[in-house]
């Protein structure tokens, strides 16, 4: 999906482009538009590129969802919990951020953080190596 954001930044910077063209001579104002215009044609690919991805592809959470699917597999429905390290959880906290989930943090029976992805709670465990990701539960 494509980002607000990056809809904008693509749509002003070609109202820019439009404002800032040459008026001088006619080869200066015909060199001017096709930059321009080869500018707007590569905007337009990213655009559609963006738009055309696979949207399975999301390496901050694949470990993650990997077990969730191993889990699922086994017993017919999500794991509740996940242990995970630091740079796991902050892989899955940047990866809510940049695609504009909604974070839903909170805190286990012995006082862990979670933070959840999907039907699961993933609980982040410091004390363990950064790239953890522990069998699910």
Known sequence: MIAR???LETTLFGGFLG???PVSTEAAD???SEKQTQEIVDALKDIRKAVEAPQGGFPEIALVRQKQIDFLRASGKFPDFVDVGLDVWFAIHDWH???LQPLAFGRDANGRYTIAVMATQVVLRPDLVPSFVGVAY
Do not use: F, L
């Open 5 to 7: 954001r990056r809809m």
């Open 19 to 21: 404002a800032a063209a």
């Open 30 to 32: 015909q060199s001017a």
């Open 97 to 99: 951020i940049r695609h």
